[in-house]
């Protein structure tokens, strides 16, 4: 199943507006849009806001947001998700906490969202949640989100798209002649 | 733990009481007891059954006890579960001691849990693979780079 379908990104700054505010998004950033939910909510909330995250294949952790962040963009009060632990990053002991991350499909070959379910990934090991004096301008999917919810990913530098989905059978039958 | 089904009498005090603790007396031995709800039972296991505290383990506190307990059995039985090539890359689920299940996600093993009665704070997931730390430990991750921060590098 194609999440990201051929999802364009740009070589030159652009913006992403979200809550009403304008974010710079730099050359080469990839955009996804992402929504945050406790992790029992097993069937998807159309109410469930969602927010952009730039996806960072060098961040090795599941995903980094800030507190106000949490609050504003995720509609999450940092209460509801269940601590699990921390991690260190920049020296600091960053809290981790319990959650569910849905990814929103696009348009083919467009930055718009489908209106259509978005994919649940499972975290293990949570979310790394940042006080905002040290938080990212924009949330981050690391690759070990996909890597853990066993999706395959593909850029198309000369295109400048970039494409998530589930393992098809093309990828298994590719992987068994290889 | 061993389980005994309340009888009528004992349902309707416990509703009575709004969730507090009740005292249950052994009639043959005037022995007391105190029955108090799942919840709250969670909240001081590890005072009950001395459990290793939780920085001294390496976490944080505010992890719940049952979350702990929960990683410690999974990091107890890890060298066991990797023996079985076929659990590899998949999600095992603990609740405390006791092992929900196996499976390629997170929502059987979930809804389980659900089914189960065990609340969200005394179960965790994991995925079976190597790792060289504990759960309860802090990992260091790759330091974010300057272009997540407002003043990173400038614009070409």
Known sequence: MKILD?????????????AGQELRVRAY???????????TMLEWDTLTPRFPAILDTGSNHNFSIGRSHLIQWAG???????????????GQRVPVHAAKLWLHPNLPGQNQVAER????????????????????????????????NNLYLSIDGQRRRLGIRTLDWRTKLLRLLS | MATIELTDEQRQTLREG?????????????????LLGREQYERVRSLLENIPDREALGSPKGVPPGIVRSQQAFWRDLPELLRDKRNHGKTVCYHGDQRIGISTSDEPLVRACLRQGIPDDAYDLFII??????????EAIEDL????????????
């Open chain 2, 18 to 34: 709004l969730g507090k603790p009740v005292e249950v007396v052994d009639p043959a031995t005037q022995q007391r007891y105190v």
């Open chain 1, 117 to 148: 379910k978005p994919f649940a990934l499972d975290l293990k090991g949570g979310i790394a949640l940042y006080p905002d004096q040290t938080a990212p301008r924009l949330p981050i999917l690391g690759l070990r989100a996909l890597t853990d």
């Open chain 1, 6 to 18: 051929r999802l364009p990104y740009g070589t030159a700054p652009t913006t992403v507006a979200v």
């Open chain 2, 129 to 138: 693979g190597p790792r060289d730390i504990p759960p309860w430990e802090t």
């Open chain 2, 145 to 156: 780079g300057p272009q997540h921060f407002e003043n990173g590098p400038a614009e070409a």
């Open chain 1, 76 to 90: 999450i009060l940092p209460e509801a998700l269940l601590p699990l632990g921390t991690v260190r990053e920049r």
């Open chain 1, 29 to 39: 950033q990839a955009i996804v849009w992402v929504s945050l939910s406790v992790r």
